[in-house]
C-alpha cells in the first residue's frame, strides 16, 4: 500500500521573506555547468518561484578531458580527484558570480550547488555511497554568500538512494494539475517522478537517456561530435531488434524502485560490450539506443500517467521524443517549457528549492521517495561573509504543499 503524505502544520505567519537563489548543476553529461536564478517565497502552503534567468557556460576544454579521462570504468588518483574538485569549484564559483551580477542585479541570498557527479556507488540495488566534487569554498570565497552543496549524501546515509532529488520539486509542482502525471528528465540518466495522488510520489531512475546516445556518437564519429545534434543520425538509421533485445536485457531495468542507477553502468565499454558479432551503422546504431531510452522510460511509467512532462537535454532531440510519443499513446507528452520551466534550467531551479529548503531546515526529500528510513534536511551549509548559518526551522512558515511557478515583473 502506498505511503501516505505526512500531516503538514503551519504556523500563524502567512507569508515568508522572499529568498533570491541561484542553484547550479552539471548533470551526468558533464559537459556544461548551469545556473538558475529565482526568487522563492513561501505563501501558505505555496511555495511561489519567480524565475530571475538562467545561463549556461561549457567545461574548458582541458578541465573536461581531464574528468572524462577519471570517469569511470577509468581508474584516478587521489591527486587528479583533488585537481578536479578545485577545478570544478572555480568553475562553479565562476559561474555563480555571473549568475548573481547578470540574473540577479548583483543582489542574492545564498547559492546552492550540486556539484559535479563523479562516482555513484550501487551495489545490489543499495547505494552505499556517491561523489559529489567541486569544492563550495570557492563559491562562497567568490561570491560572499552562504553556499548549500553536498545534498545528496545525507539521503543515502539515511537508506535512501540519493537520487533522483528532483522528486521534491516535481511533487510540489505538478501537485496542482489534473489526472496522474509523471516528470520525466532525460539528462545522461532518465529519471521520473511519478504522482501518485494522495499516496507519495515515487522517483526513480529508468536507465541511460544520453549517457549512451553520447558515448555513440563520440565513438561512431571519431570525436568530432560529442552528441547527435537534433537526432540527425538516429533519424537516418533503423532499429536493429536483436541489438535492442540484448540491451533490454540488462537487469537493472527489471529491479523495482526505488533505485538509482549511473555512468558506472552505462558507458562505451557496456555498449560495446553488447554489439554482437556484426556492428551496426552509425545510424542504426543510434535508432537502436533512441529506442532503447524510449521503452525503458515508456515500460517504467506505462499505465500510470496520463501526461508525461520532459526536461533536459534529451528533449532537444526530436527523434527521442517523437519515440517517447509512440511508446506511450493516448499520454499528453509535453516538455516542461510548456507549463513555465525552461527544461535546460529545470534541475538547477530544483536544486535551488531543496536549498531553501535546507536554509529553513525543511526536508529535502519526500518519505518514501528515495527509499530512505525518514526524510532528512539536506546538505551542508558554507558560510558566505558575514558568517551566516540557516536560521533553523523555527523560523520557517512550514513546509509547503505546492509550488506555483510565476513571471518575473
Given at each position: ?394 523560523a520557517a512558515v512550514g513546509q509547503p504543499t505546492r509550488l ?6
Amino acid at each position: 500500500m502506498a505511503e501516505p503524505l505526512p500531516e503538514i502544520r503551519f504556523s500563524p505567519v502567512e507569508t515568508s521573506r522572499a529568498l533570491r537563489v541561484v542553484g547550479l548543476m552539471s548533470g551526468t553529461s558533464h559537459d556544461a555547468v548551469d545556473a538558475a536564478a529565482c526568487e522563492l517565497r513561501l505563501i501558505g502552503d505555496t511555495l511561489k518561484l519567480t524565475p530571475l534567468g538562467h545561463l549556461s557556460v561549457p567545461y574548458p576544454q582541458a578541465l573536461r578531458s581531464e574528468l572524462v579521462a577519471a570517469l569511470p570504468p577509468a581508474s584516478a588518483t587521489l591527486e587528479t580527484v583533488c585537481r578536479l574538485d578545485t577545478g570544478i569549484g572555480q568553475i562553479f564559483a565562476d559561474v555563480a558570480a555571473r549568475a548573481v551580477a547578470e540574473l540577479c542585479a548583483g543582489r542574492a541570498d545564498l547559492v546552492v550547488s550540486h556539484g559535479q557527479t563523479v562516482f555513484h556507488w550501487a551495489s545490489d540495488g543499495v547505494v552505499r555511497g556517491t561523489l559529489q566534487i567541486g569544492e563550495p569554498a570557492w563559491i562562497a570565497e567568490a561570491t560572499g554568500l552562504p553556499v548549500v552543496s553536498g545534498l545528496r549524501t545525507r539521503d543515502v546515509a539515511a537508506g535512501g538512494q540519493g537520487a533522483p532529488l528532483v522528486s521534491l520539486f516535481d511533487a510540489l509542482w505538478l501537485a496542482g494539475r489534473p489526472g496522474s502525471g509523471v516528470a520525466l528528465n532525460l539528462g545522461g540518466i532518465a529519471n521520473v517522478t511519478v504522482l501518485r495522488g494522495p499516496a507519495t510520489p515515487l522517483a526513480f531512475d529508468t536507465g541511460p537517456a544520453c549517457a549512451l546516445l553520447d558515448a555513440a556518437t563520440r565513438h561512431v564519429t571519431d570525436g568530432r561530435q560529442t552528441f547527435d545534434a537534433d537526432g540527425a543520425l538516429a533519424a537516418r538509421g533503423r532499429v536493429v531488434p536483436a541489438l535492442l533485445e540484448r540491451l533490454l536485457d540488462e537487469p537493472y531495468y527489471a529491479r523495482p524502485a526505488p533505485k538509482s542507477t549511473g555512468k558506472e553502468l552505462f558507458h562505451l565499454d557496456y555498449l560495446l560490450a553488447h554489439l554482437g558479432p556484426t556492428a551496426p551503422t552509425p545510424e542504426d546504431l543510434l535508432a537502436t539506443l533512441v529506442a532503447l531510452t524510449a521503452r525503458t522510460v515508456a515500460d517504467a511509467v506505462r499505465g500510470t500517467a496520463i501526461e508525461l512532462v520532459a526536461s533536459g537535454g534529451g528533449t532537444h532531440n526530436p527523434v527521442l521524443m517523437a519515440a517517447l510519443r509512440e511508446e506511450l499513446p493516448g499520454v499528453a507528452v509535453r516538455t516542461s517549457d510548456e507549463l513555465g520551466v525552461p527544461s535546460q534550467a529545470k534541475e538547477a531551479l530544483a536544486f535551488a528549492v531543496l536549498g531553501w529548503h535546507t536554509w529553513h531546515g525543511l526536508p529535502g526529500v519526500l518519505p518514501g521517495g528515495t527509499g530512505a528510513r525518514h526524510p532528512s534536511v539536506l546538505g551542508s551549509v558554507t558560510p558566505g561573509a558575514d558568517g551566516r548559518f540557516p536560521p533553523g526551522r523555527a523560523a520557517a512558515v512550514g513546509q509547503p504543499t505546492r509550488l506555483v511557478i510565476s513571471s518575473p515583473k
